[in-house]
């Protein structure tokens, strides 16, 4: 692992981790939205059974329509979780608990596992677009997850992410050169 203190070279850890916590959230927000949408599009067409369902023919799959309706009701649970561990991530960097963080990672990491599998699931029935975003979604994905980790193990081994912490360095480079001239004073 990489034991950086800074996201992307130059951002902060804990100010990345806030960032990479509200991005998710966003994400899971539109995905759990588009879902909701879909869902009731498809369940307002239901009287028409010679249809295809909306998603087979935006994504070019050919899928019946409980398939359709089992993997938005998938998408929608994952959604929901994924917005909820986001609030954790950001509330743990925030108030520095390491568990909630640590919440957020584990449950990154079972997305991009379901996102690899269903990238390789996708890619067994030849749609090679489709399983090619997946797998490249995932990959940059994990960056951002191994950005977390660093934090996590940082705050375990006893950084301070807290943004109302005052700067250690200086209190501690003070108490030093405080302690060196009350004992180098010399008595006659």
């Known amino acids: 692992m990489c034991w950086a203190e800074k996201c992307c070279y130059f951002i902060p850890g804990n100010i990345g981790c806030v960032v990479v916590g509200i991005c998710s959230f966003i994400l899971s927000a539109l995905l759990l939205a588009a879902s909701i949408t879909v869902y009731v599009t498809e369940l307002s067409t239901e009287a028409d059974m010679v249809h295809k369902p909306l998603i087979s023919e935006i994504l070019a799959l050919d899928l019946n329509v409980s398939s359709v309706r089992i993997l938005l009701w998938l998408l929608m649970i994952i959604a929901g979780l994924w917005m909820i561990f986001s609030c954790l991530l950001v509330v743990g960097i925030v108030k520095n608990l390491s568990s909630f963080v640590l919440c957020y990672f584990a449950y990154a990491t079972f997305v991009v596992i379901i996102c690899q599998l269903g990238a390789l699931l996708v890619l067994l029935a030849n749609y090679w677009k489709l399983s090619i975003v997946l797998f490249v979604a995932s990959a940059i994905y ?12 940082l705050m375990i081994r006893g950084k301070d992410f807290s943004f109302n912490r005052i700067d250690q360095d200086e209190e501690l480079l003070a108490d030093f050169f405080d302690e060196n001239t009350t004992s180098s004073t010399v008595t006659i």
């Open 142 to 153: 994990i960056h951002f997850i191994v950005v977390v980790h660093t934090v996590y193990n």
